[in-house]
C-alpha cells in the first residue's frame, strides 16, 4: 500500500505478465467519473443521431412524398455531355 500511496498505482505480475492494477481511491473515483462522461457523451449523440433521422424519416410521411420521388426520378440529369461525379465524404 506505501507504493500505491507513493506512486499512485501498483501493477501485480505473475511470471513477468501484468496480471492486476491497484490504485488508490482517487483514481479510481476519476477513472469512473471519465468512463461516466464517456457513456453520457455517447448517448446524446446518439439520441442527435437518432432525433435527425426521424426528421428526415417525417418527410416520407407526408401525403405527396410518393409524388415528389417519382417527379425526382423522372427528370433525367442535365449533364451537357459531361459526366459528373459525386464528392468523396
Do not use: W
Not at 18 to 34: D, F, K, M, N, S
Not at 53 to 64: H, I, P, T
Amino acid at each position: 500500500m506505501r507504493t500505491v500511496q507513493q506512486q499512485g498505482t501498483l501493477v501485480v505480475t505473475n511470471h513477468n505478465r501484468p496480471e492486476a492494477v491497484i490504485l488508490g481511491v482517487e483514481q479510481y473515483e476519476a477513472l469512473r467519473q471519465a468512463a461516466s462522461l464517456g457513456e453520457r457523451r455517447v448517448e446524446t449523440a446518439l439520441e442527435d443521431l437518432s432525433r435527425d433521422f426521424d426528421k428526415r424519416l417525417s418527410a416520407l410521411q407526408e401525403k405527396d412524398a410518393g409524388d415528389r420521388l417519382r417527379a425526382a426520378m423522372r427528370k433525367p440529369a442535365k449533364l451537357h455531355g459531361k459526366v459528373r461525379a459525386a464528392e468523396k465524404r
